[in-house]
Structure formats: structure tokens, C-alpha cells
């Protein structure tokens, strides 16, 4: 198994609180992401990074920031959270780049984010 | 541009056969398929590229049609554990970005 790891796993918060989650890899791959999973929706990217430093939007980042200071960790926040932020929270990590494309990603344990 | 997958659910009985398909309205640099069991994060199973080349579990196969951008995943003598939900994620950029279908999940009862 891939070494992910996420933190917390299990996080229950109020409207308006800022809240932080952390994803941790011990495999020194380039890229990172974190999904949402909610019902109906299947796996959605909200920000990924290529590169210490280096990030970008997916396609629901609104209200969603990200950070990676290091290889092996990448931070998501959420600024204010809101009850439409309430899911389970993946990170995934590949040894991607560009046009390479025979990648795969492996998944962390997930974090379950309840925002009441 | 959320690929879309059929069916929506297959059940099956043990040592049945299945096929989960993944259909995109844009062209493909390739295509990846993921399983995932209730509470536990997806698993990786297999890339299909362009050009033919695939990569991935030696148990499950797939094809890739580029004129269609469809792919297809084929389950023979389908077994217990293959139970669960079947994604397909599609990269359009060529960017190590994937976007992932709806999904499609598979009961296999014995």
C-alpha cells in the first residue's frame, strides 16, 4: 500500500469555523490532490499540486484553499466552512508530469467532514 | 465535462459476467478505472492509453475505442470481492488530472 495518510479522519464543525485538513505521503511523489466524495456525485478534484509550491484549481475550488510547503504534505482549508462543504475528503497522490499519462493515483483512508 | 458511465448498478451472481462502460463527450489522452468498497478509499485498476497500450490488474480487461472516446470494463466469472463501486476517471489534458463518472455499482451475490 501507498503511504497516505490523512488527518484528522473524522472532523465535525460549525457554519463560519475554519477548518484544516492534512494529507501525508512518505512515497515522494510530484503530484497531489484532494477530491470530494458526496452522494450521486462520484470523485470531484478541488485543487492539486505538481510541485512544492506549485498548485491548481480543479473543478469545484470554490471556497477551498491549498498549500504544499513540502513534498510530502499538502494542506486543504476550508476558510469559512458551510454546510455545503459537509463530505468525505480524499487525497490522492502520483508520480505524474507532463504528458505522462500512465499514471495512477493511490487514495488516502479519507477524512469524514461534518459541518453543522 | 463528467464522463458518463452505465449502468447506473448491476447485480449479479457469483461466476456471472459484467460490463461497465465509460463514455466521454470530449477526446481522451486516456482512461482509469477504480474500484471502491463502502467506507474504504478507491483502489487503482487499470490505464488505457492511446495507442492501445494498458497497464494494470491482470485479472480485470478493458478496452478503449479513441474514435467513440468510450471505454469498457469486463468482469468475467465475477467473484464476491468484485462488489463494490466502479469509476472510470478520464484525463483530457494530458496534465496528470483525471475526471471522474458518477459511477457504477456492482453487487455479486453468492
Known amino acids: 500500500d501507498a503511504g497516505i495518510t490523512q488527518s484528522p479522519r473524522h472532523k465535525v464543525t460549525e457554519t463560519g469555523t475554519p477548518v484544516t485538513l492534512r494529507c501525508h505521503q512518505t512515497?515522494?511523489?510530484?503530484?497531489m490532490y484532494w477530491y470530494r466524495q458526496d452522494p450521486g456525485h462520484g470523485l470531484r478534484l478541488i485543487h492539486y499540486?505538481?510541485?512544492?509550491?506549485?498548485?491548481d484549481k480543479g473543478e469545484v475550488s470554490d471556497g477551498y484553499s491549498v498549500s504544499r510547503s513540502k513534498t510530502e504534505d499538502f494542506l486543504l482549508t476550508l476558510e469559512s466552512a458551510t454546510s455545503s462543504q459537509t463530505s468525505v475528503y480524499f487525497c490522492?497522490?502520483?508520480?505524474?508530469?507532463?504528458?505522462?499519462?500512465?499514471?495512477?493515483?493511490?487514495f488516502g483512508p479519507g477524512t469524514r467532514l461534518t459541518v453543522t | 465535462q463528467q464522463p458518463v458511465q452505465s449502468p447506473q448498478a448491476v447485480i449479479l451472481r457469483e461466476g456471472e459476467d459484467a460490463v461497465i462502460n465509460c463514455s466521454s463527450s470530449k477526446a481522451l489522452y486516456s482512461v482509469h478505472w477504480y474500484r471502491q468498497k463502502h467506507g474504504e478509499a478507491p483502489i487503482f485498476l487499470m490505464i488505457?492509453?492511446?495507442?492501445?497500450e494498458q497497464k494494470g490488474h491482470d485479472k480485470i480487461s478493458a478496452s478503449f475505442n479513441e474514435k467513440k472516446q468510450q471505454s469498457s470494463l469486463y468482469l468475467t466469472a465475477s467473484q464476491l470481492s468484485y462488489s463494490g463501486t466502479y469509476f472510470c476517471g478520464t484525463d483530457y489534458s494530458g496534465y496528470s488530472t483525471l475526471t471522474f463518472g458518477k459511477g457504477t455499482m456492482l453487487l455479486v451475490s453468492p
Open positions: 490522492a497522490i502520483s508520480e505524474g508530469g507532463s504528458g505522462r499519462m500512465d499514471y495512477e493515483q493511490y
Open positions: 488505457l492509453l492511446k495507442g492501445g
Open positions: 499540486s505538481y510541485g512544492v509550491k506549485d498548485t
Open positions: 512515497e515522494n511523489h510530484r503530484y
